[in-house]
């Protein structure tokens, strides 16, 4: 698994929607006052949604590390919070407070992630918070393969004993980072067997993201969880297929043992909880954890999922690094 990039910050157009596709209208949006927190709003999921609850009349609050990074939304109802993090519980507090909603992202990739979600838990619940939509992650357990979904299990365990409305939307893996799989020499390799993954667009997952938050009833999904995936599971090797026919290239997919998949990363520096992640994330597509195409994207939006392909298509800067 490669670093996957940051997003730039470019005016973001409500109107247009350029991040990708406007939500079916399956709702209708009430009690629009209802000021809802967006954290992680400079991510790639995190601004897609920022831009479809404008579009949608949203009065939203958008949390940054820095306001630079912060979609630009000039004539929305949209404000914008900085904090350093979910751990400054002060600035958490200020982001929060008025709001009924919180829209949590889980925090970057750390060995202490769970603590710092547990922090940004206790926080809403102090800051009068009333119902979180949690993005989580598909298959999340406490013996989960993938060693970051059992981060987002403990997140979710600590949510419910919070007492407050929750959604969890479980995302499977993005297309983005199958994309970014790809090494420097067009070599896509990794212990998943011949395992398959129901891989996800950020559009997608922005679309159901937005559903959730708006619906007429604020309470529609209270207590509910669901898969957010493409419209269907494919192998890595399919994966370089689709990856060679748009970029011209060859790529192939080389499985790994997991022995030879912590040789090949060794090289990164990276601390072992990470490259623990790294490995594992393939190791849970050979074990069928990710494998499960879910009907959520449909259901909640009226649309179908983008499949990988649609994905290229649709996003050619993502994975312009494989165009050389």
């Given amino acids: 698994m490669l670093p996957v990039p940051v997003d730039p910050c470019p005016l973001d157009d409500p109107s247009s929607l350029a991040y990708g596709r406007r939500p079916a209208k399956a709702t209708t949006v009430t009690g629009m006052d209802d000021l809802i927190v967006v954290t992680g709003a400079s991510g790639r999921v995190g601004r897609r949604l920022a831009v479809r609850l404008a579009a949608e009349g949203a009065h939203q609050r958008l949390v940054v590390r820095s306001a630079d ?16 993090g979910y751990a400054d519980v002060d600035s958490m507090r200020a982001a929060m407070t008025g709001a009924r909603t919180l829209f949590l992202v889980s925090g970057r990739e750390d060995a202490d992630r769970v603590t710092q979600h547990r922090a940004a838990i206790d926080t809403a619940v102090d800051a009068g918070i009333e119902r979180i939509v949690y993005l989580s992650f598909m298959g999340a357990a406490p013996d989960a393969t993938f060693t970051f979904a059992r981060d987002h299990w403990a997140t979710e365990e600590h949510i419910r004993a919070s007492g407050l409305h929750f959604t969890f939307l479980r995302d499977c893996l993005y297309h983005d980072a199958i994309a970014h799989f790809v090494g420097a020499d067009d070599v896509l390799r990794g212990p998943a067997g011949d395992g398959v993954v129901a891989a996800v667009s950020h559009d997608d997952v922005a679309d159901v993201a937005t559903v959730a938050l708006l619906a007429e009833d604020r309470h529609a999904f209270d207590g509910q969880t669901f898969d957010v995936t493409g419209p269907t599971a494919f192998s890595l090797a399919e994966a370089a297929q689709v990856l060679s026919r748009a970029t011209g290239r060859t790529i192939h997919y080389q499985p790994e043992t997991l022995e030879e998949a912590y040789a090949s990363r060794a090289g990164y520096g990276a601390p072992q909880w990470e490259v623990d992640g790294w ?6 597509i050979a074990a069928g954890e990710l494998a499960t195409p879910s009907p959520t994207v449909k259901r909640l939006t009226a649309r179908p999922a983008q499949s990988f392909a649609e994905w290229l298509d649709l996003n050619p800067g993502d994975w312009a690094h494989l165009r050389r």
């Fill in 69 to 84: 990074r912060a979609p630009r939304l000039p004539g929305t109802e949209t404000e914008v919070a900085i904090s350093p």
């Fill in 279 to 284: 490995v594992s994330s393939y190791a849970a």
